[in-house]
Nanobody, 126 residues
């Protein structure tokens, strides 16, 4: 079955940077609409951003200008580069795949996505 595995989370000071990764198995991310989500304790899961099959990216207003989604097709890996981190960015970060998703879907909606990773924890200290 499809498997998405996130890694790279950790503790970082406010203003710092961190890159989290998502490696896909039995799934080609370059041929899929992919997204990043996050969930803070006691909060609902929220969309961070997405990357389409053509490489186009979109972001939630809360992270726009600070976060960048990219992929390495050769490694079948999705990335989320997080810069200028804030304490409010503290959350479990999840990658997600939408086999039939696209720009016509709400890229920040959980319902758009079919497959999910287990998450990687990002903690930003003040």
């Amino acid at each position: 079955q499809v498997q998405l595995v996130e890694s790279g989370g950790g503790l970082v000071q406010a203003g710092g940077s961190l890159r989290v990764s998502c490696v896909a198995s039995r799934y080609t991310i370059s041929r899929s609409f992919m997204g990043w989500f996050r969930q803070a304790p006691g909060s609902e899961r929220e969309g961070v951003g997405s990357i389409d099959r053509d490489g186009s990216t979109r972001y939630a207003d809360s992270v726009k200008g600070r976060f960048t989604i990219s992929r390495d097709n050769a490694k079948n890996t999705l990335y989320l580069q997080m810069n200028s981190l804030k304490p409010e960015d503290t959350a479990m970060y999840y990658c997600a795949a939408a086999p039939y998703g696209g720009s016509w879907y709400n890229h920040l909606s959980e319902s758009t996505y079919t497959y999910w990773g287990q998450g990687t924890q990002v903690t930003v200290s003040s």
